[in-house]
C-alpha cells in the first residue's frame, strides 16, 4: 500500500547566499550526533497542497546534513479519501462529521497501511489527519513516533476532535503551526511535548525561483492574459476554505471602479481532496462567461513555473481564506515582492502584518478595498512587496523548518 516518494538531492550550501551564514552553521552544528538516524515521513499524498510542497525540499535536505530520510505516502481508494476530507472538515470546524461507519473506512485504510510499513525507524513523523491511525497499529516499528497537524483545529467539531484524539494522544511529541492550533488535550501529557513551528517555502524551487519580467509576462500570455493591464489573482485550491466564490465578488467590486483589472484564480487538482472537481465546477459557473476571469488548474498545463509566473506578473496577489492552517501561497507570493491581500484568519498574519507587508481583510467589501488601494497607487504595492519578502526570508524559508527539525530531534 505504501508509496516511495522520489525526491531528488538538495544541498544546504547552496541556500547559504539566501539565509546567511550563520543559520548554516548552526544548522550544520545540530545535525552532529544525528548523523544516520532513520527518519520517514508519512503523508496522504505527493501532489498538491502544502505537506507535499514541503516535503519534496525538507527530505533531500535533512538527508544532506546526515540523515537516512525518506518519505512514503499512504494508499486508498476514493471511499477513504471522502471520509478523510470530511474529517479535515469537521476539525477545521464544519458540522458535518464522519459517521461511524465512515470511521469503520478510515481505521480499515489505517490498518493496511500500517501493515506495509517496514520497522526500524528511529523516527517516523506522521502529517495531518489521514495517517494518524497507523502508528495505532504498529507502534512498534519506530523508536518515537511524531504527529505533525497542519490544520486549523482553534474550534474544531468537537465530536471529530475527540474520535481522533485517541489516535494521537500517545504519539511521543505533537508540532503544530500555531500554539493556538493546540488541544488542551495533548497539551495535558506529560513527558510528551508540543513543538510550534510554522512551514516554509523553498526559494530555489521552480515555483519560487526569480523569473525576469518578460519571461513572467510570456507566460502569462500563454494563458491569455493581457499584461499591459492590471491583475488580481489567488493560487489555492479549489476549496470553500479558500473562498474563491469571495474572490470573484471582490473583483466585480474592483472592476465596476477600475473595468481594466482582470482575475486569475489558480490551482491545483490534489489526489486527497475528492470535493476539488465539484468547487472548480461551481466557482466556473459563478465566474459565469467572463473572458476576463482566468480559472486554471494543473490539467491546463498549469504547473509550477506558471504559478511563479502568474506571482510574479500580479498587481495585486490574494488569499482570501475564511480558515487557514498557515497558507504557503501567502510566502509564495511575498517572496516574489508583490502586494498581498489575505483573509485575516489562521497562520496569514504571521505572514501578512497588516499595513506594512500586505493587508488582512475579512470581506468581500474590504478585499475589493484595499486591492484598489494598490491599483491606485504602485509605490504602495512596491513598498509592501519589498517588506513581505525580506519578512519571509527572515521567518519563512526550507532552512529555518529544517533547524526547527533538528532541534525537535535532538529531544526526541
Known amino acids: 500500500m505504501l508509496q516511495h516518494v522520489a525526491v531528488g538531492h538538495k544541498n544546504l550550501a547552496d541556500y547559504t547566499h539566501i539565509v546567511g551564514r550563520q543559520l548554516v552553521e548552526e544548522i550544520r552544528s545540530l545535525a552532529d550526533g544525528l548523523e544516520g538516524k532513520r527518519v520517514l515521513h508519512l503523508s496522504a499524498t505527493a501532489f498538491g497542497g ?7 525540499t525538507l527530505v533531500p535536505l535533512m538527508s544532506d546534513v546526515g540523515l537516512h530520510c525518506e518519505w512514503h505516502v499512504m494508499l486508498g481508494r476514493e471511499e477513504f479519501y471522502n471520509v478523510t476530507k470530511r474529517l479535515h472538515n469537521a476539525l477545521q470546524g464544519s458540522p458535518d462529521a464522519p459517521t461511524p461507519e465512515e470511521w469503520e473506512i478510515y481505521d480499515h485504510y489505517n490498518r493496511l497501511n500500517a501493515e506495509q510499513l517496514a520497522d526500524g525507524w528511529d523516527v517516523v513523523v506522521v502529517h ?4 494518524a491511525g497507523v502508528r495505532n497499529y504498529v507502534p512498534e516499528k519506530a523508536k518515537r513516533w511524531i504527529w505533525q497537524c497542519h490544520i486549523d483545529l482553534s474550534e474544531p467539531n468537537r465530536s471529530a476532535l475527540e474520535r481522533l484524539l485517541p489516535l494521537v494522544r500517545d504519539y511521543d511529541a505533537a508540532v503544530f503551526h500555531l500554539d493556538r492550533y493546540v488541544p488542551e488535550e495533548l497539551r495535558a501529557r506529560p513527558g510528551r511535548p508540543v513543538h510550534i513551528s510554522p512551514p516554509a517555502i523553498d526559494p530555489l524551487s521552480p515555483k519560487n525561483m526569480r523569473l525576469s519580467p518578460e519571461d513572467a509576462a510570456f507566460v502569462c500570455e500563454q494563458f491569455g492574459l493581457d499584461v499591459d493591464r492590471p491583475l488580481m489573482c489567488q493560487v489555492s485550491r479549489f476549496d470553500p476554505w479558500k473562498d474563491p466564490i469571495g474572490v470573484i465578488d471582490a473583483y466585480r467590486q474592483v472592476r465596476a471602479e477600475m473595468p481594466a483589472v482582470q482575475l486569475a484564480l489558480v490551482g491545483s487538482m490534489a489526489t486527497d481532496d475528492p470535493e476539488g472537481w465539484e468547487f472548480y465546477n461551481r466557482t466556473v459557473a459563478y ?23 502568474f506571482q510574479s506578473q500580479a498587481d495585486v496577489l490574494v488569499q482570501k481564506s475564511i480558515r487557514e492552517g498557515f497558507g504557503l501561497t501567502v510566502s509564495e507570493g511575498l517572496w516574489k515582492a508583490r502586494p498581498m491581500v489575505a483573509g485575516n484568519v489562521g497562520g496569514i498574519p504571521l505572514q501578512v502584518i497588516d499595513g506594512r507587508t500586505g493587508f488582512l481583510v475579512s470581506t468581500p467589501e474590504e478585499c475589493a478595498e484595499r486591492s484598489l488601494r494598490i491599483l491606485r497607487d504602485p509605490e504602495l504595492g512596491r513598498r509592501l512587496g519589498l517588506a513581505g519578502k525580506e519578512h519571509v526570508r527572515a521567518n519563512f524559508l526550507t532552512p529555518r523548518l529544517l533547524r526547527d527539525w533538528l532541534r525537535i530531534f535532538k529531544q526526541a
Open 50 to 56: 502544502g505537506v507535499a510542497e514541503i516535503l519534496y
Open 128 to 131: 495531518d489527519p489521514q495517517p
Open 287 to 309: 465566474a459565469d462567461g467572463d473572458p476576463d476571469i482566468h480559472i486554471l488548474n494543473n490539467l491546463n498545463n498549469v504547473g509550477a513555473i506558471e504559478v511563479n509566473a
